[in-house]
């Protein structure tokens, strides 16, 4: 059991036709050596015992409570969570997820030492429906910036990972119960105003299966183009690109790459801090920028390259060009010979 004191948290689970795999994810915050928390419990809708299974733990095993009769969206449930929660810290965990048992210690350490930071998540371990690790992981960046870098080309901030404090939520504008992506929307709102990180350790086991929420996302034919839209709703606030400039880089038709990547840097330098040009040449923005370029766009791909701190960058775009500019017979014979002679 930990003994350091921290200020209590309450974790907020939405849940609906969580069984079987809830019973685990409660015995994972039965488990945490830091035992200062409460669980508050929304069921939308459950008809496969869920609400039966969580009146098993709540509140005999975790101390919290279960709201059963106003079921919401997922973005809307997770919105009056927030509002009801009584405590300033809040964890996040999906209902068929599992916390490894010194999460939220380390959260709780890593906030207590970095006062600045309104949340923090960790990285992920990826597990199939049987609990069995995959051998997956999600790499996430750990400092603000490269995270607000790479919200240009998507998510990187698990949910299911975080601890957050609830007052910086609400003044972001808590969840939008009508987002398809409702945590990518709220991280685009909570970033304009408040710094993120995410911890190193792997602390949650992330289950992959094929009826899960985000799976379901993922499939949804109009994906690309719903993070597209999040994304071109709030790029004036966090990189101060216009929705349609914003649009237009994600969806690689920018004809000039670099002149998007200084207005990004210069903007982010005013809200945010640090210089302009420490923003150009950060790898993470470089990255995000380089995957956001079109191959014609020559100069803009070499000045990415010439702005890159890492060594050999000029000479690896160099080639990449020269190979792109052959005729595809030869890029194709060159190809094979290079596969032939690994």
């Known amino acids: 059991m930990s003994e350091h004191s921290y200020p209590p948290v309450t974790w907020l689970i939405p849940v609906k036709n969580g069984m079987p795999y809830l019973t685990e994810t409660l015995a994972s915050l039965a488990s945490q050596t830091y035992k200062e928390f409460q669980v508050l419990a929304w ?4 008809t496969d015992g869920t609400v039966e299974e969580l009146r098993r733990w709540i509140p005999t095993r975790l101390q919290g409570r279960i709201v059963t009769d106003d079921p919401r969206s997922l973005g809307g449930s997770r919105a009056r969570l927030v509002e009801v929660a009584e405590t300033e810290l809040c964890a996040l965990v999906d209902a068929d997820d599992i916390c490894h048992p010194n999460r939220l210690e380390q959260q709780l350490e890593f906030m207590s030492t970095h006062p600045e930071i309104a949340l923090v998540g960790s990285q992920l371990r990826i597990i199939n429906e049987r609990g069995e690790p995959t051998g997956e992981s999600f790499p996430y960046f750990l400092a603000h910036d490269d995270i607000v870098h790479t919200f240009l080309l998507g998510n990187h901030i698990a949910q299911p990972s975080v601890l957050f404090r609830r007052s910086a939520v609400l003044s972001a504008g808590n969840y939008d119960s009508e987002a398809i992506f409702e945590d990518y929307e709220l991280w685009l709102r909570f970033a304009q105003h408040h710094k993120m990180a995410n911890l ?3 602390l949650v086991d992330y289950r992959i299966r ?3 929420d985000s799976r379901l996302k993922e499939k949804h034919r109009g994906m690309e183009s719903l993070l597209v839209s999040c994304l071109g709703k709030h790029a004036q606030g966090l990189f101060g690109l216009t929705t349609r400039e914003a649009e237009r880089l994600r969806h690689r038709q920018s004809s000039f790459a670099i002149a998007m990547a200084r207005k990004i840097a210069n903007h982010l330098a005013f809200t945010q801090g640090g210089s302009t040009w420490s923003r150009l040449r950060s790898s993470s923005l ?9 191959p014609r766009d020559v100069l803009s791909r070499l000045c990415f390259a010439v702005l890159d701190r890492r060594k050999g960058s000029i000479w690896r775009e160099l080639r990449l060009i020269l190979a792109q500019s052959l005729p595809y017979p030869i890029r194709a014979l060159a190809a094979k010979v290079k596969r032939l002679t690994k």
Not at 43 to 46: A, E
Not at 286 to 294: A, K, N, P, Q, V
């Open 43 to 46: 069921d939308n809708g459950s």
């Open 200 to 202: 190193a350790s792997c």
């Open 210 to 212: 094929p009826e899960s």
């Open 286 to 294: 470089l990255d995000s920028m380089r995957s956001l370029t079109r």
